[in-house]
Every structure is written in structure tokens, then in C-alpha cells.
């Protein structure tokens, strides 16, 4: 089983989960910018995160055999903050960088006004720079979100197809797929969706435009829920196509509008390093 986790952000995840995920049989993500989990000071700590982003965690990816790509945002719980809200005009210069293939996260956190004029500029800075966009719904309220994302991204003149609507659930799922916009599914141990959910899910409306993916963070989450799918599909009834669909040939399709793709990763060399930094840790004495 092949996989491409589509959203999961592995800077706040620890070696054991790369090498666990490498296992599992994950070779590609994608890592969103998203929150710091606490209020950030100054658009000085953007910078600083998206520097890497795009470098010293792609190398650690690579480092265990897994292609790392990302996509650049404010988010939208962020784009509250004033401290934070000048980030927009930065973000040129990283949405123009190698292996970053999509802007992202943005969209809706509490449905707030600055949350929808962020959204509104960072959807016409993917359209400039041909990108697709991530979006994230709120956690409440989430029918409501989903429906005035889909105006937005109208109004904006995004092509559906190149907008992926994520934390779909239920209720949300049709009204997005109505729109041809693709959907976003985040798997969680306890909230969220579920492998049995997704499955019912997949048997109910098929595999088109559709993204499985893990959304680990620091919170109570887990990298391997891609691979738990994958095998709920499989226990369902599904085939091993339609789960290597599902779980990597659908990711690699909607990235790939990006033209930014990297999924040759070369073979990990332990003692390389990045700015003068490797992952290891002295020598066994």
C-alpha cells in the first residue's frame, strides 16, 4: 500500500513518526501551514516557520524516504491577530518557491470578518500564482462555513477543481461535492471522521476528488490513520486500486496542478546535513 498523506504537519512530529509512517508505506505529503498553538508576537515567527517548511523538514522527510512538499498560509484562526494579518504581504515569496504546491491552510476558523478578508486575498493569490488552495472549515457552525466557503471561492473566479475543502464530514460532504471542488477527509482516533465514517463515506458517493488524509499535529492525533483507511477499505470490499486511488493516484492528481511535485526523494544518507545540521545526535560511544 502506497500512500500520500495530504495534510499533516510533521513539524510538530517526532523521528519514531516518520519511521513509523515510512512503514506503514507513506512516501509523499503535504505539510500545511497552520497555528503555532499559541498567539504568535511578530510576523518574524512566519518567517522563521516557513523557512522551514520549505528546507530543514523537507530534508528530514527525506531523511526516511518520504517526499515532503508544503503549502503557505495565514491561517485562519491567525488571521485575527493584527500582529499577524501583515504575513499577507510576504507570502508572495514563498508561494514561489519549489516544492510548495498550494496556498494554505485558509478559510474559516470562527467565521469572522477578518477571517473571510484574509481568505478573499489568499484565494487571488492562488489564482496569481496558479496554485491550488486548501481550505479549512470551522469546528462549529461547520454547514454554514462549508456553504460561504463555496461563495467565496466563486467570487473569487477559483476553478473548483483546483480548491480542495477540508475536516468534511456528513453534513458537509454533499454540498462540496455538488460545487466539483475536491474533499478533504482528516481521520482522527477520537473527533473528526473515523475509517468505518470514511468508508461509508467512499461506498455512498464514490472515489473522485476525494482526499484522505491524517492532519497529525501536536494535538491527540495520529500519522498512521491514512494507512487504517486504507485497510478498512479493504476489509469493505474495495480493492487494492481503488484504495492506491484513494490514498495516493488522488493527492498526486490535485497537487499536480501545481507543477511543483517532488516525489523522487534520493536514498537517505545519515550523515548529510542542512545549514550545517543533521539528525544525528553524537556518536555511539
Same mark, same amino acid.
Given at each position: 500500500?502506497?500512500?500520500?498523506?495530504?495534510?499533516?504537519?510533521?513539524?510538530?512530529?517526532?523521528?519514531?513518526?516518520?519511521?513509523?509512517?515510512?512503514? *506503514?508505506?507513506?512516501?509523499?505529503?503535504? $505539510?500545511?501551514?497552520?497555528?503555532?498553538?499559541?498567539?504568535?508576537? %511578530?510576523?518574524? %515567527?512566519?518567517?522563521?516557520?516557513?523557512? /522551514?517548511?520549505?528546507?530543514?523538514?523537507?530534508?528530514?522527510? %527525506?531523511?526516511?524516504?518520504?517526499?515532503?512538499?508544503?503549502?503557505?498560509?495565514?491561517?485562519?484562526?491567525?488571521?485575527?491577530?493584527?500582529?499577524?494579518?501583515?504575513?499577507?504581504?510576504?507570502?508572495?515569496?514563498?508561494?514561489?518557491?519549489?516544492?510548495?504546491? /498550494?496556498?494554505?491552510?485558509?478559510?474559516?476558523?470562527?467565521?469572522?470578518?477578518?477571517?473571510?478578508?484574509?481568505?478573499?486575498?489568499?484565494?487571488?493569490?492562488?489564482? $496569481?500564482?496558479?496554485?491550488?488552495?486548501?481550505?479549512?472549515?470551522?469546528?462549529?457552525?461547520?454547514?454554514?462555513?462549508?456553504?460561504?466557503?463555496?461563495?467565496?471561492?466563486?467570487?473569487?473566479?477559483?476553478?473548483?477543481?483546483?480548491?480542495?475543502?477540508?475536516?468534511?464530514?456528513?453534513?458537509?460532504?454533499?454540498?462540496?461535492?455538488?460545487?466539483?471542488?475536491?474533499?478533504?477527509?482528516?481521520?482522527?482516533?477520537?473527533?473528526?471522521?473515523?475509517?468505518?465514517?470514511?468508508?461509508?463515506?467512499?461506498?455512498?458517493?464514490?472515489?473522485?476528488?476525494?482526499?484522505?488524509?491524517?492532519?497529525?499535529?501536536?494535538?491527540?492525533?495520529?500519522?498512521?490513520?491514512?494507512?487504517?483507511?486504507?485497510?478498512?477499505?479493504?476489509?469493505?470490499?474495495?480493492?487494492?486500486?481503488?484504495?492506491?486511488?484513494?490514498?495516493?493516484?488522488?493527492?498526486?492528481?490535485?497537487?499536480?496542478?501545481?507543477?511543483?511535485?517532488?516525489?523522487?526523494?534520493?536514498?537517505?544518507?545519515?550523515? /548529510?546535513?542542512?545549514?550545517?545540521?543533521?539528525?544525528?545526535?553524537?556518536?555511539? *560511544?
Amino acid at each position: 500500500m502506497r500512500i500520500f498523506d495530504p495534510h499533516i504537519h510533521m513539524s510538530s512530529r517526532t523521528t519514531d513518526d516518520y519511521e513509523a509512517m515510512y512503514a *506503514a508505506g507513506v512516501r509523499a505529503l503535504v $505539510e500545511p501551514a497552520f497555528w503555532l498553538g499559541q498567539p504568535r508576537t %511578530s510576523v518574524d %515567527s512566519f518567517v522563521d516557520y516557513f523557512d /522551514a517548511l520549505v528546507g530543514w523538514e523537507r530534508f528530514r522527510a %527525506s531523511q526516511f524516504g518520504i517526499a515532503h512538499h508544503c503549502t503557505i498560509a495565514l491561517n485562519p484562526k491567525e488571521a485575527n491577530d493584527p500582529r499577524c494579518t501583515p504575513v499577507l504581504d510576504l507570502l508572495p515569496r514563498y508561494l514561489a518557491k519549489d516544492g510548495v504546491v /498550494a496556498v494554505g491552510e485558509i478559510g474559516f476558523d470562527s467565521m469572522t470578518e477578518d477571517e473571510e478578508k484574509a481568505f478573499s486575498r489568499q484565494l487571488e493569490l492562488a489564482r $496569481e500564482f496558479a496554485l491550488p488552495a486548501m481550505v479549512h472549515t470551522p469546528h462549529r457552525d461547520k454547514l454554514a462555513g462549508t456553504r460561504r466557503t463555496l461563495d467565496l471561492v466563486e467570487a473569487a473566479g477559483m476553478e473548483p477543481g483546483m480548491v480542495v475543502v477540508d475536516h468534511l464530514n456528513e453534513m458537509t460532504v454533499d454540498v462540496v461535492d455538488e460545487a466539483g471542488a475536491w474533499m478533504g477527509f482528516s481521520i482522527y482516533p477520537d473527533t473528526k471522521m473515523d475509517p468505518d465514517r470514511m468508508v461509508a463515506i467512499l461506498q455512498r458517493r464514490g472515489l473522485d476528488r476525494v482526499l484522505v488524509n491524517s492532519a497529525a499535529d501536536w494535538g491527540k492525533s495520529d500519522p498512521l490513520r491514512t494507512r487504517a483507511t486504507g485497510e478498512a477499505m479493504l476489509a469493505a470490499g474495495f480493492t487494492e486500486d481503488d484504495v492506491d486511488r484513494v490514498l495516493w493516484r488522488n493527492p498526486v492528481e490535485f497537487f499536480g496542478q501545481s507543477g511543483r511535485l517532488l516525489l523522487d526523494v534520493p536514498a537517505a544518507d545519515q550523515g /548529510a546535513t542542512f545549514a550545517g545540521n543533521s539528525l544525528l545526535r553524537g556518536e555511539r *560511544a
